[in-house]
């Protein structure tokens, strides 16, 4: 079942902070029709971190977007994010759902493991994410996981996220075999106009919200 805050499937843009034109960045991404922004940054600079999520979660709320804070709950509170992603060392759903309060997105990562994703939906996670699916810049040694978990996953009834190396032209074989939403990071934020890149990917998606030029 849907979380009623998750959005129809389409581009899930995650940043690759710290940058100076974060914002600007964002905004592009959003232009374009990203349907999920994702704030992710692993430095320590806890000022600068929450004055961006911030910043973000309110751009967010103007494009109609769903805002996600990634691995860090404390930070999602401070901010009021309604929505974080988990990996592995993040924490449990229970903990963070009891931080962040009931109606909260909790997205998870569940690499090539398809009985971790059958744990944590049965531990309350509202979307299960799977990757690499193919070799990706932003995490080069990271697990590859096959396009047939997202089709074995279809009976966990939660929405799927595909993430790792994902191209337009390679992200088809993703989306039929049930990817809900493509998460992206370098083939966004890596390219010299945001706005065009993330139009290529949301035109994947017929039912997504319409991207502004």
Known sequence: MRHPLL???????ITDGPREDLLAAAAAALRGGAVLLQYRDKTTDAPRRLQETHALKRLCAEAGALF?????????LACGAR????????GDIAAARRRLGADAVIGVSCYDDLDRARRLADAGADYLAFGAFYPSLT?????????????????LGLPRVAIGG??????APLIEAGADYLAVVSEVFG???????????????????????
Request: charged share 25%.
């Open 68 to 76: 996600v804070v990634n691995d860090d709950v404390d930070l999602a």
């Open 191 to 213: 390219q010299a106009d945001i706005s065009a890149a993330a139009r290529h990917f949301a035109a994947l998606f017929p039912a997504s919200r319409n991207p502004s030029a």
């Open 166 to 171: 994902i191209r337009p032209d390679n992200a």
């Open 7 to 13: 959005p129809p499937p389409g581009l899930y843009a």
């Open 139 to 155: 995490k080069p040694l990271a697990r590859r996981a096959d396009p047939e978990l997202l089709r074995a996953s279809a009976a």
């Open 83 to 90: 929505a974080v992603h988990l990996g592995a060392d993040d």
